[in-house]
């Protein structure tokens, strides 16, 4: 019963950890990987021309006609 004895003292607060800034090697290491990630897949993404599905749309089949005739 703590309301005899008065209220316990609150636990010590420990400092938080300092905030990685922009100029830490390990900062910049990891923005060029997600950097370079990112570029690579963009690669990738820019030579498929389909989905895993195929092809979902109508095929044109249809033959052009000439001007005039």
């Known amino acids: 019963m703590s309301f005899f004895g008065g209220s316990p003292s609150p636990p010590a607060v420990t400092p938080a950890p300092p905030i990685p ?3 830490t090697a390990e900062v910049q290491a990891a923005k060029q990987a997600e950097a370079d990630r990112i570029r690579k897949l963009k690669g990738r993404k820019s030579t498929i021309l389909t989905s895993g599905q195929g092809v979902t749309g109508e095929a044109e089949t ?3 006609s000439l001007l005039g005739e």
Do not use: E
């Open 62 to 64: 249809g033959k052009k």
């Open 21 to 23: 800034t922009d100029d």
